[in-house]
Structures are given as structure tokens and as C-alpha cells.
């Protein structure tokens, strides 16, 4: 995956007076599966539909494979789509479905047939090709609307929320399908989505965007572990990051509210009574009965889920945290825990909302910063 598969330059995308995509710059290698994620009016819905050629780019260039496709229509751009709608017609069969793009492409019937044979037999539908789109589950339109996306051999697979419509069971078994199917065709794929845990399960490289910009990009594992922001530390992780008003004491040790917890961080590499944001993933805390080192907390809600237990807790200066907890020891709302952390899973964001840490510090320079150029 070391050619590029997609290239955007300065993509921007306004509607009338308003200015929706604000010049975005993002090589997508190729055979490589890259999922947009973000909240809802975020713009990647706005920004696949322009590499698609639905929407107009109002400035920037994209390329696929080497070729600028900006002002190309989309089925010059060696691209197919899958829409979180499914967008069968009903009154033809699955079989027709599949071939009716090649028809209108005028294929040959005998590569048609071949084609629609080989996209049935990886997806597993071969029983369902005379049956008509009314007559499947959803699970199985799904398959279809991505068999046709298949028969057309695209350079790219563009997914649009395609799970979205789908109970919750039946998306996590589709996850398993799309990921399966990548390995298989080996194609560039960009997918589409506000579920984070599509985007991690799925991705190589993860965009996240808010406001129609990006907040970072990286694998699923530097998202989750290295947020470059307050925003994405927030917007990545179920149960989210906790994100804590915190103060520097310097003595080894960040003070919140009256308690203090200990933490990795040399005296020199802050001033003493410096305010900035802590955070501290649920799984990262300890939980225990200890008070020595520790931070009380009140649990207000207990959520039990089996294995895993989730503390929905108050600190004594109102700052409200969630813990994981895993024990057979029971704990309920009104009990009271002690919290502390390994300091090498704490994580630190200026006044500004942006990272930083050791190495940042010590080069002068933030996670943002580096991120940036």
C-alpha cells in the first residue's frame, strides 16, 4: 500500500454564502480502508459525495490513481458507492440489479454474467439472485446494493453510513463482512460514519473531522491513545475520556479540586499552580478502597454489564468521572471508591485544547504543532 489511491488539495466546498469544507488536504494510499468520522453536520458525507462527483468541489483538485477527477462525471472516476439507503428497484430481481449498471455500460452479456456470478459467490447470495429486493432482510439488501458496487470493478469503494439502518446485531455481523471483503479485493475503500466503533474496527486510517476540517488522522490506536485534542479525546472512546480541570502542584503530583493524584510528570516540565486538562480513559483508573494517593469519589450510577462494571462518579469538587471496573466484589450508587492512575496512561491538553506531553514540552513544540505540518 505504498502507491496513493485518492489525493485531495485544498478541497473546499461552500453553498452559496456558506462555507461547509474548509480547504482539506489528505493523501489516502491505496488499497488502503480509511473511514471519515465525526459528529452529525460535520462534513463527510459532503466530502465523499465530492470525491464521488455528486457534489461540486467549489475549489481544490482530488486525484485517483495519478488522474485529477475533479470535473469528471462519477462514472469516469473508476469509483462505486454504497448508500446507507440501498437504492434497489424494487421491481427487479437481484440478478438484474447486480448487472443493470454493466448493461447501461453496455457490457457484454457473457462478461456480465461472469462478473454478477463472482460478486454473488464472495458475498454469499448466489440462493437469493431471483428474488426481489422486497423479498430480503436487510442484511441481505445490504449485500446486494455492495455486490453491485463489486461488478463494477472501481478503483475505490465509497460507503455512505452504509450500516446505519441495520439493528444492532446485524451491524456488527456486516463489520465482519465489509472487513472480509476488503481483504479480499484488496481495493481502496473509504467509508463513511458517526459510529466510532465502526471506525476503529474497520480502519487503517482514521479522519476525524468536525466543522468541516480535520482533527486528526492516524491509525485506530494513535487516535485512541495519542488524541491530539480535546476534541477528538472527547469524541473518541465508549465510555469517552474523562476530561478533568486540573492544577500542577509541583511535587510529583496534579491537584483536583482538593485531592491529588500522583503522576509522571517532572516538577520542571510545568509551573507550579498551572491549570490545564487532564485526561483519564475509564479502564485507566484504579479502582479501590485505599484512600492513601487516591481521589474519593461518590457513585451516583453503577452500569453492570457483565465482565466489565462502568462507575459513573462525583468528585468532591462536582467534576463528574466514569470508571471501569472489573471485581466480583460488588459496588452500588452511594457507595464510596478511591481513584488513582498510572501516570503513563494519563494524558495532558493545554489551555488551548491542544496535546501535549515529554517530548512536545521539551522540543517546544505541541502534538498539534507536529500533527500540522
Not at 1 to 19: A, E, H, N
Not at 283 to 298: D, R
Amino acid at each position: 500500500m505504498t502507491d496513493t489511491g485518492v489525493v485531495l488539495s485544498g478541497i473546499r466546498k461552500s453553498f452559496g454564502s456558506l462555507d461547509v469544507i474548509h480547504g482539506i488536504d489528505l493523501k489516502i494510499a491505496e488499497g488502503s480502508f480509511v473511514v471519515f468520522v465525526g459528529p452529525s453536520g460535520c462534513g463527510k458525507s459532503t466530502l465523499l459525495r465530492m470525491i464521488a462527483g455528486l457534489e461540486e468541489v467549489t475549489d481544490g483538485e482530488i486525484e485517483i490513481k495519478g488522474r485529477n477527477v475533479t470535473d469528471l462525471d462519477p462514472s469516469d472516476r473508476g469509483i462505486a458507492m454504497v448508500f446507507q439507503s440501498y437504492a434497489l428497484y424494487p421491481h427487479m430481481s437481484v440478478r438484474e440489479n447486480l448487472a443493470f449498471g454493466l448493461k447501461m455500460a453496455h457490457t457484454a452479456r457473457s462478461e456480465i454474467h461472469s462478473r454478477v456470478a463472482a460478486a454473488s459467490a464472495i458475498l454469499k447470495i448466489d440462493h437469493l439472485l431471483d428474488r426481489r429486493p422486497g423479498q430480503l432482510s436487510g442484511g441481505q439488501r445490504q449485500r446486494v446494493a455492495i455486490g453491485r458496487a463489486i461488478v463494477r470493478k472501481p478503483d475505490v469503494f465509497l460507503f455512505d453510513e452504509p450500516l446505519s439502518n441495520l439493528d444492532a446485531e446485524l451491524r456488527i455481523s456486516m463489520r465482519i463482512e465489509i472487513a472480509r471483503l476488503h481483504r479480499e479485493l484488496g481495493n481502496t475503500m473509504i467509508y463513511v460514519t458517526h459510529d466510532q466503533t465502526e471506525a476503529m474496527t474497520l480502519a487503517d486510517m482514521i479522519v476525524v473531522l468536525r466543522d468541516g476540517r480535520i482533527e486528526q488522522v492516524g491509525s485506530p490506536r494513535e487516535i485512541y491513545e495519542r488524541p491530539a485534542n480535546l476534541f477528538v479525546a472527547g469524541f473518541i472512546g465508549s465510555p469517552r475520556m474523562n476530561l478533568l480541570t486540573a492544577e500542577w502542584v509541583g511535587d510529583g503530583s496534579i491537584r483536583i479540586g482538593s485531592d491529588r493524584i500522583a503522576s509522571c510528570i517532572s516538577p520542571e516540565k510545568l509551573r507550579r499552580g498551572e491549570i490545564f486538562t487532564l485526561g483519564i480513559r475509564p479502564e485507566h483508573f484504579i479502582v479501590s478502597s485505599n484512600s492513601a494517593g487516591t481521589i474519593p469519589a461518590k457513585v451516583d450510577f453503577d452500569e453492570y454489564l457483565g465482565g466489565t462494571q462502568y462507575l459513573y462518579c462525583q468528585l468532591q469538587d462536582g467534576q463528574s468521572v466514569i470508571a471501569e471496573y472489573r471485581s466480583s466484589v460488588a459496588i452500588e450508587a452511594g457507595d464510596t471508591v478511591h481513584l488513582s492512575s498510572d501516570g503513563s496512561h494519563l494524558h495532558y491538553f493545554d489551555t488551548g485544547g491542544q496535546r501535549f506531553d515529554l517530548a512536545g514540552i521539551l522540543g517546544g513544540q505541541t502534538a498539534h504543532d507536529r500533527l500540522s505540518r
